[in-house]
């Protein structure tokens, strides 16, 4: 899957605008909506936007593995999360105006200081580039030179399920 | 629409909306939903420096499957510790969550 297909002309441009626009209106629903179940939605909607861009980035097969794991895995999980908790049509507490003051301005700041640094660098491409989008060279890299972190990363993945169901099975049997 | 600056502003973005989330949502399941997006703007930062910078097309993709391999880990203990502390408090309101405040 190359690049450079997707990148030129004017049909390309029109769904690269409207895939960032999805991806920002997630965001936005994600972080602002007072309802939680709509968050997650937004979350779901903002990832579908972020695997379109990993296409547009050239990657078919990352913009795929984002849709199985986050969209379909992540995002479910926390819509069960919400249906095992507090259900979603009590009345909820307002929010202070000073906790989103201060969120407002970290965020602004951040923002500014990233605007910052991305236009201040010279970003310069390295000087011999390997082009090589296809999936059977990340399984070569995978099983020889980066086989350790991939070991580790299942042990992890293991031990958080194993960890996931022992601490949601205890239910106040076990004094603090 | 094909430089690389416009992915890392694209990325910017996506991160200040998470910390925005993180500093002013009250509900644990909100500020989980909120890291993920953080974490989805440094992989999308992953992915455009791959594209456009780095000697190996592949090194980035193969970070970018292992930042998503820690996300769902991180969601799977985060979400299962949300339902122990909603049985204990009956609420997962992280204003509640006082009981380990020093």
């Known amino acids: 899957m190359s690049g450079s297909i997707l990148s030129q002309g004017f049909l390309p441009q029109v769904a690269f605008i409207i895939v960032v626009g999805l991806t920002f209106c997630g965001a936005i629903i994600a972080v602002f909506h007072r309802n939680i179940l709509y968050n997650v939605l937004g979350l779901a909607l903002a990832l579908a936007g972020v695997a379109a861009l990993y296409v547009f980035l050239g990657s078919l097969f990352i913009g795929l593995m984002q849709l199985l794991i986050y969209v379909g895995a992540i995002c479910i999980a926390m819509v069960f999360a919400i249906m095992l908790s507090r259900p979603v049509h009590l009345p909820k507490p307002k929010r202070k105006i000073s ?54 990363i299942s042990l992890v993945l293991l031990v958080a399920m194993l960890g996931a169901i022992i601490i949601s099975r205890f239910n106040g049997r076990v004094s603090s | 629409m094909n430089s690389l600056t416009l992915y890392l502003l694209i990325s910017a973005v996506l991160f200040s909306f998470g910390l925005i989330g993180v500093m002013m949502r009250r509900s644990l399941i909100a500020i989980l939903v909120s890291i993920e997006l953080m974490l989805n703007a440094a992989s999308l930062n992953f992915m455009a420096f791959n594209k456009f910078l780095s000697p190996d097309t592949s090194i980035g993709q193969i970070y970018t499957l292992f930042i998503m391999g820690i996300a769902a880990a991180e969601a799977a203990i985060a979400l299962s510790i949300f339902l122990a502390l909603f049985r204990q408090l009956r609420s997962i309101n992280i204003e509640r969550a006082r009981e380990l405040r020093g």
């Open chain 1, 99 to 152: 906790k989103i003051a201060t969120g407002v301005f970290a965020g602004l700041l951040i923002l500014g200081v990233n605007i910052g640094v991305i236009y201040k660098t010279a970003w310069q491409p390295a000087a011999e580039r390997k082009i090589d989008w296809s999936v059977k060279t990340i399984g070569d890299f995978l099983l020889t030179k980066y086989v350790l972190v991939f070991e580790v």
